[in-house]
């Protein structure tokens, strides 16, 4: 029997679902593996992963170009310094956990974990292999503290490969895999069904519209866009709040108050989100890799809003240079944006061409091969 354990952090929800869907694959597609997700900071300290899960959330919420500046100084200079040399001390404490497993391999989605591990394969307190799992379209640098000492970089895309490359870490450690993408992505749906159960015109395009989500960011600026997005366009809009009972709502009073409310539907969190992917036209979503990764998946091209400065700006960066997505900065006016994008049919066309050409709907597939299809 195998044992493997999959490190992630709860900072997103990116490096959790990203775990889950690596554990959910080996489980269904592997018989002799025994696999634990642990959320490596909340192991260390209760206390640790509440103050610092709470930070991120309310500086990505309430001062988001202060995370920015936090993500670019923690690449170089004294913030990476702090940054590994508490990890360092976290690690001690995680080697309990791993001398009491045992594991032969450790997955980890966060760049927390493969520090720690990496730390401890140095130090020579512990060893197995160590793969580590990027969950953005672009390399920060502290995934890649203690690179000596991982065995498998799995990336987004080609270009990451390349800069890994460039920091001197061999290319057959490296795999273009995508980001790992639950099973639920690959399903054949009804789609007249989901038309049904939904209550939606299945004569008319369907826009996936992501405007709660964890931090409801910008409200004001949300809210903005999607009433142009309402008048702009003749699709109907899904607007899904997520669990951001406050914008449920606020968009609930505007499919109300609107030109044309038999076209708005809104929820709150679902589960569904697979089953809508399977009927929408486009996506319009904040460029968080999870969901981005979802999109692509499904062929759908993006309209990205509200990026945390940072990884997200990166990543809406490197997919509206692939075009696959128009990047609606902050400095657009929504309605003019969104008039000029949907007046351009053959753009949207070709989008949703490059997204089908970008997905990597194997990835989560592709990565357990790589990692666990070897002789022993």
Known sequence: ?????????????????????????????????????????????????????????EMAKKAPWAWGRVYAKSQKGALAHISSSSNKLMAIKLLKLLREKNPDLIISTHPFGSQMV?????????????????????????WLIGKEYIDYFFVAHKGMKEALEAHNIPAERIHVTGIPLSGKFLKHYDRSGIFSDFHLNPEKKVILFFGGGEFG???????????????????????????????????????VTCSRPEDILVLPFTDKVPELMSISYLVVTKPGGLTTTESLASGLPLILINPIPGQE??????????????????????????????QNPEKIKKMRLNAKLHAKRNSTKDICSILLDQPS
């Open 1 to 57: 029997m195998k044992k493997i354990i999959i490190f992630y952090a709860s900072y997103g929800g990116g490096h959790l679902s990203a775990a889950r869907s690596i554990k959910q694959y080996i489980d269904s597609n592997y018989s002799d593996m025994n696999v634990e997700l642990i959320d490596c900071v909340k192991y260390i300290s209760n206390a640790l992963d509440k103050v610092t899960t709470t930070a991120y959330k």
């Open 217 to 255: 960011l910008g409200k004001t600026r949300t809210l903005e866009i999607l009433s142009a997005l309402i008048s702009a366009s003749d699709a109907q809009i899904v607007a899904i709040a997520g669990k951001n009972e406050k914008m449920k709502k606020h968009f609930d009073e505007i499919s």
């Open 313 to 342: 700006e990166e990543n809406a960066a490197f997919l509206e240079k692939e075009g696959v997505a128009f990047w609606l900065r902050k400095t657009d006016s929504p309605y003019e944006a969104l008039s000029e994008f949907f």
């Open 118 to 142: 990496s730390y401890l394969k140095r130090k020579e307190k512990f060893d197995c292999s160590l793969a580590t799992v990027m969950t953005d379209y672009a390399p920060h640098e502290q």
